[in-house]
Every structure is written in C-alpha cells, then in structure tokens.
C-alpha cells in the first residue's frame, strides 16, 4: 500500500493516540506527546465527520482533562494546533489551553528578564491586508509565508514597494502564536521580512 507524506503523518498520528488510549484505559497519567498526539487525533476525526470548527475546538477541551497528564504538561503545552480535513477542506484548527490553564511557577515556567525583545530587528515591515473570502474562520500563524496561506486567504499588501513579494513576508507576530481571520471579514495586520537568502 503506498500512502503520501500527509497519510503517513496521519496514521502516526493514530498510533500514538491509540497509545494514549491504553494509557487511559489503565489509569496512568499521560506525557506531553501523547496527549498532544490524542487530541489532535480527535480533532481530525470531529473534523472528518462534520462537526464545524466551533465544535470542534469546544470538544477538543474535553478529551483529556488536568488530572489526566503528567505534571507540567498543561504548562509546556500551552496550545495545540492541527491540519484537519473537513467537508468543506483543510482548516488548521487552534485549541488553546488543551489541558487547563498553566501553573505559574511549575515546570517549564518562563520568567522573563526586565526591559523588552525587539522582534526581527533591522528587517523591512509593511502592511497587509487579509481578506477571508470562505466560510470559515482562517488562523495565520507566525512564520508561515504569505503566499502559503489557505486559498480562501487573500493576502493585499499595501507597499507600493514591487520587493513586497508575499513569498518573502510573514506576520510581524511572535513565534508560536496566530492571528484569526473571521470568515467573510477583512483583517489588518503587519508583515515582516522573512530572513536568509531568496530562493
């Protein structure tokens, strides 16, 4: 049987939420990977069946409660997010806080140094304009170019600048986060350079 890289990724996927399941099933406390690995899992499978992304991301809190990871999970996992195919097509559905709210202090805790992080320092920004034209919401993460975006995504840069290239932009936002694009809505937003050499 010959599967393609996404088939591939996603009976991984079912492999380690199955064993995820198991762990469940006998009262043991699951590690991170796991419990990313079951929800995202279900998430996919809510998605194959129909449910809208709404839905989904409610009952994506309800997998895998607090009591059942490791401690520190729900700190080092602050959000999951995962390509799942619905009728409609493929949405990257975003479920934050999948396994309850972080502990302040507990493992994996951040404390930052006093004073502030200049992100992308030096490089050319710009404004952009993202037009949803779909029927469902579209959430941009951090670090994907402008011209990767869902085709239901219409990206308006407002530089006059023909080096604007979408290909060469992302979103000025800090890493691992997102901005979501309600469906039928136009958002603004600012892209930064992408770095290293052009290809």
């Known amino acids: 049987m010959h599967l393609t890289p996404r088939e591939q990724e996603r009976v991984l996927l079912h492999s380690a939420a199955e064993l995820a399941r198991r762990r469940l099933a006998r009262g043991a406390r699951l590690g991170a990977s796991e419990a990313v690995a079951l929800v995202c899992d279900e998430v996919c499978e809510l998605a194959w069946d129909g449910h809208d992304l709404d839905e989904v991301v409610r009952r994506a809190h309800e997998i895998v409660g607090p009591d059942q990871v490791l401690e520190g999970v729900a700190t080092t996992v602050p959000s999951v997010q995962v390509e799942a195919l619905f009728p409609h097509g493929t949405t990257l559905v975003h479920v934050d806080r999948p396994f309850g709210p972080p502990t302040a202090e507990g493992p994996g805790a951040v404390r930052p140094a006093a004073g502030t992080v200049e992100l992308a320092p030096g490089r050319a920004r710009c404004?952009?304009?993202?037009?949803?034209?779909?029927?469902?919401?579209?959430?941009?993460?951090?670090h994907v170019p402008l011209d990767r975006l869902n085709r239901r995504l219409r990206v308006e840069v407002d530089d006059s600048d023909d080096s604007a290239d979408p290909a060469r932009l992302r979103l000025d936002i800090a890493a691992g986060t997102a901005l979501r694009v309600e469906a039928g809505t136009t958002r603004a937003a600012t892209a930064v350079r992408l770095g290293g050499a052009a290809r």
């Not at 404004?127 to 951090?142: C, K």
């Open 127 to 142: 404004g952009v304009r993202l037009h949803n034209e779909g029927d469902q919401p579209v959430w941009v993460t951090s």
